[in-house]
């Protein structure tokens, strides 16, 4: 998968040649040698992966991923070290870290950790557009038609929907047409897949 990689390594050397890997591989690469050089630049809309040595001049790895946490995205993190300690180690993995590498660090190895990472983030940044899209559609609605949505997605017919609303027959025909209408589909299979994020928040109907 095509995504971008942002490399936190302090020797010179060992950046240089996993710079020329990551490159070669394909992927779109920003390279720093200092964590204080990166814990400011903005992580791409696009999968990403954060991939750093634990040891660092000045702001540790463990810190850089404290710092990116609040102040940027949800973004994978893996961990690069010669020898990774047990009280490390824990503190990466509360910090959401993704995977730890031990130098020196095996082409293979790296595709792997790498390639888990940005097909995580993938489905991360595709739920968010869905759950974006969704909050956009449901704010289209009139709040009878979200009444006739959260009735919908529940698997209500027309009759149960003019029975729950005391309308006729063709009306609550009418507010289950535009309800498809404004969620761009045509069934309602396909209108409860379009609802997703919301029948797992448990919102449902709510005005």
């Not at 990466?92 to 097909?119: C, R, S, Y």
């Not at 038609?145 to 006729?168: D, F, K, P, W």
Request: aromatic letters at 6%; charged letters at 20%.
């Amino acid at each position: 998968m095509r995504g971008s990689v942002y490399l936190v390594e302090d020797d010179d050397g060992l950046r240089d040649a996993l710079s020329a890997y990551l490159t070669f591989r394909g992927w779109d690469l920003q390279a720093f040698g200092r964590a204080d050089d990166f814990v400011s630049v903005p992580i791409a809309s696009t999968p990403s992966v954060v991939v750093t040595d634990v040891n660092l001049p000045g702001i540790s790895g463990l810190e850089l991923q404290e710092k990116k946490r609040q102040i940027c995205r949800p973004v994978p993190f893996v961990f690069m070290s010669g020898a990774l300690s047990v009280t490390d180690g824990v503190a990466a993995i509360k910090g959401g870290a993704l995977d730890f590498l031990v130098k020196p660090v095996a082409p293979e190895q790296l595709d792997t950790a790498l390639e888990h990472a940005l097909n995580l983030d993938a489905e991360f940044l595709a739920g968010q557009r869905r759950a974006t899209l969704f909050t956009s559609r449901l704010e289209s609605l009139s709040p009878r038609e979200r009444q006739v949505h959260g009735l919908l997605v529940r698997g209500a017919n027309n009759t149960q929907i003019m029975t729950a609303l005391g309308v006729s027959i063709h009306t609550a025909k009418q507010y289950k047409s535009e309800v498809l209408r404004k969620f761009e589909v045509s069934t309602l299979a396909e209108l409860i897949d379009a609802s997703e994020p919301e029948i797992g928040s448990g919102q449902i109907g709510q005005a």
